[in-house]
């Protein structure tokens, strides 16, 4: 049985030069060929291909996070990114939302067809050029999140994303100038002189992103709490907003807490991987993604979590698909309160 490729790439010419190349390989199929991202979200459900090769530059196309939601919900799809740019951003932070390859487009088609055979067997695939980038990253001991600010925090978490200064600007509400500023200290903290590689130590130290419950509810230290065990807790929304405030609401209730922030799946999957938390907030709906199938790759990675479904639109049939997920309960929005906080708190640390 053939492979079935799909070529993504808003130039026709450039998709002709793939397919030719391509067509030298007897055991591969072209079944699919789209210009931007709408289309190639379809056509990924209409002809379900073995393997995409991607420019991630095409029009309404976020790369990060679509590559992301694409990962999750096609986890054995064989990812290449063809690409004529080796911008640190591109580079390692498709590589952390889990494609399989980064090929420049300078390079020979020759080389084209060696990384599609080698994506296809398994194996990851770095065009030569980008290797000396991606192995000069000598990052120091691990820094502790209370080192940073909570801005610094935030642009870290959107510097994940892919996003440029511009758009870190204009999601906090800040001049690209301070945003600049920001990033020449986070430098400096974390020892580092890039975005590659300021992304780069953020994966190796999810940590760095944490926010104690202290620090969430802005308490003094000496403030005591009823709650005496230390607990991670994950936090699996969309809404920035949203999320900060439940951060907040935990860390006046668990000031020992550790909390995590993820706003799709590929993060949720990666932080669990990782710090391995012991409670989990999900919410139904995660922009175009499905907080149920986020809670089962979650419990498949920490059976032991305790996965708790959220919704602002409680639904019956989410209910049960949630709880035959995996998740021990679903909760309206509505409900979240604090002592509804702290009863499931409670629970989790026995």
């Known amino acids: 049985m053939k492979v079935r490729v799909l070529l993504a790439d808003d130039h026709a010419l450039v998709r002709a030069g793939m397919r030719d190349a391509l067509e030298e390989l007897d055991d591969l199929e072209i079944v699919a060929e789209v210009g931007d991202g709408p289309t190639l979200l379809a056509a990924l459900e209409q002809v379900q291909p073995d ?23 096609y986890p054995q799809l064989k990812i290449l990114v063809v690409s004529a740019y080796d911008d640190d951003v591109y580079v390692q932070g498709l590589l952390g939302a889990g494609v399989d390859g980064y090929h420049l487009k300078e390079q020979p088609l020759s080389d084209l067809r060696l990384a599609v055979q080698r994506v296809l067997a398994g194996e990851r695939w770095i065009s030569g050029s980008l290797v000396d980038k991606l192995v000069s990253y000598a990052g120091g001991s691990s820094l502790s999140s209370t080192s940073l600010t909570t801005r610094q925090r935030d642009i870290l978490h959107l510097l994940q994303q892919g996003l440029d200064n511009q758009t870190i600007a204009q999601r906090l509400g800040l001049s690209v100038k301070t945003v600049e500023n920001h990033l020449t200290r986070l430098y400096r903290l974390l020892n580092v002189q890039s975005r590659l590689e300021a992304v780069n130590y953020v994966m190796k130290h999810p940590g760095v992103l944490a926010v104690s419950g202290q620090k969430a509810a802005q308490v003094p230290a000496s403030i005591e709490a009823d709650v005496h065990e230390l607990v991670t807790i994950l936090l699996v929304d969309d809404n920035a907003r949203y999320r900060r405030q439940l951060r907040r609401m935990i860390g006046k209730i668990c000031p020992q807490a550790t909390i995590y922030e993820a706003e799709d799946i590929g993060e949720a999957v990666h932080l669990t991987e990782r710090v391995s938390p012991q409670l989990v907030l999900v919410d139904v709906i995660l922009g175009e993604e499905d907080g149920i199938r986020c809670t089962r790759r979650i419990k498949a990675l920490q059976p032991k979590s305790r996965v708790i479904l959220i919704s602002a639109y409680p639904d019956r049939e989410f209910h049960r698909l949630g709880l035959k997920a995996g998740a021990v309960a679903f909760l309206d929005k509505k409900d979240l309160e604090t002592a509804t906080l702290q009863h499931i708190i409670d629970d989790v640390t026995g």
């Not at 976020?62 to 992301?68: D, F, K, L």
């Open 51 to 73: 393997c995409l090769l991607i420019d991630v530059t095409m029009p309404d196309f976020e790369p990060i996070s679509t590559i992301r939601q694409i990962r999750a919900r």
